[in-house]
């Protein structure tokens, strides 16, 4: 048989009126010292008070308060390693939860290459809460040798090292990383032919040539490519040339299309533009 001892009920009574005379005793000598430090800062002028004073001020509420940082909840994070943002916050156990600066912990974390949004917040009685909006990786850029990983607007940002998004479209060509973004522009209302998209090289600083994981090349034209990719679709609902396993669907030319078409299937077909329904 397991036997508790437990204290009288008077006696419990008794310690516990004790205790909290103790406590209110703490904190009325907590309150009395930190309103005589600020007193005095104030007779002694306001940015003293500011920069010397508030801080010692902040820190003894904490401490009177057992304002301790003790947890950090990081929600959102995906592409960013949580010992990062742990690194970037620089927080330590027991750190003040009062003169945590949380805009200035804010703008240090959207520094890192993942973030795109944050919110830092102070949650008692001794908790950092991080919510992170990252960035969406879309493409592979390939600038001067170097592989980056891009955003929609065409932002770099990250290097690619290990081979890592291999299964992102990779862009390559003169002045790709500035095109990138009117490319995604020019494909986000073509869903299925982004997902097709293997690679887009950029032709002399004028217009894309788009291969698709299928094998088969588009060649878009320098003006109006809106208008191709609308005549591709068509051409593709009536004879699926984006699932060939080879050839070029070439748009350069505004009153033709042209098929090169491996000789298994059909070859070097010149077609009308598809009328449109």
Known sequence: MKITTLAHPRSRSLAASRKWRK????????????????????MCGGYYYRENVMPIAMDTIARASGARVAHVQVTGAVLTPKEDIAETLGLKAGDSLVTFNTGHARKLLQ???????????????????????????????????????????????????????????????????????????????????????????????????????????????????????????????????????????DLRLEDRVTLNIPAEAEAGVVLGKPEQS
Do not use: C
């Open 111 to 249: 520094e890192l290459p993942w973030i795109k949004e944050v919110s830092v917040e102070r949650r008692l009685p001794d908790t950092i809460r991080v919510e992170v909006y990252e960035h969406k990786p879309l493409a592979r850029v390939q600038q001067d040798g170097t592989i980056w990983v891009a955003n929609k607007a065409g932002d770099l940002l990250v290097e690619v090292t290990n081979g890592e998004f291999g299964d992102l479209p990779l862009l390559s060509g003169s002045s790709v990383a500035q095109e990138a973004a009117s490319l995604f522009v020019l494909l986000q209302e073509k869903p299925n032919l982004m997902a097709l998209l293997k690679e887009a090289e950029r032709v002399g600083e004028r217009r894309w040539n788009l291969h698709l994981k299928s094998g088969v090349t588009v060649m878009l034209p320098e003006k109006n490519p809106q208008q191709a990719l609308a005549w591709l679709k068509m051409l593709d609902d009536k004879r699926h040339v984006l699932t060939l396993t080879a050839g070029t669907v």
């Open 23 to 42: 406590l209110v005793l703490r904190s009325r000598r907590a309150i009395t010292g930190t309103l005589l430090v600020a007193g005095v800062a104030l």
